[in-house]
């Protein structure tokens, strides 16, 4: 059985490093997975002020960049303003209510494909509560 004590100091520290390393890139990068067509999808986690979750996905589809934001309240018929930016750009801007059976919406969007690296910003404010999500990523 192997035990870390069995270590010199030096070892101990490379290998407490390697795999503090490999935990923190497992929870810092977005999640990228492959969607139907191939296309790579990227998937963050976003933040809200009280007890809400958020989700924010993109994917290339051709000249253009397909983005889903979800907010899961777990509460129907609740109206949240929402808005996505494409760097810098507001790209969608409207209401969207929270609908059983899950008390939650998602807004989904095809938007062009700026040059270079694209961050997406996804904000939405519960007009009640005012509860705040926000989720953002490079494409």
Not at 70 to 99: M, S, Y
Not at 111 to 124: E, F, K, S, Y
């Amino acid at each position: 059985m192997f035990h870390f004590s069995s270590l010199r100091p030096s070892k101990l520290i490379a290998v407490t490093g390697l795999v503090s390393a490999l935990a923190l890139g497992a929870f810092a990068a977005p999640a990228a997975t492959l969607a139907k067509g191939g296309a790579p999808v990227i998937s963050v986690k976003g933040t809200c002020s009280i007890h809400s979750t958020a989700r924010l996905k993109a994917k290339h589809d051709g000249s253009r960049i397909e983005v889903e934001f979800e907010v899961d309240q777990n509460r129907n018929n609740r109206t949240w303003n929402v808005r996505l930016w494409d760097d810098g750009h507001r790209v969608f801007a409207g209401a969207r209510k929270t609908l059983a059976p899950s008390g939650s919406f998602t807004v989904r969007r095809l938007i062009p494909n700026r040059a270079g690296l694209d961050t997406i910003v996804a904000r939405a404010v519960n007009i009640t509560t005012g509860e705040s999500c926000r989720a953002t990523l490079k494409v």
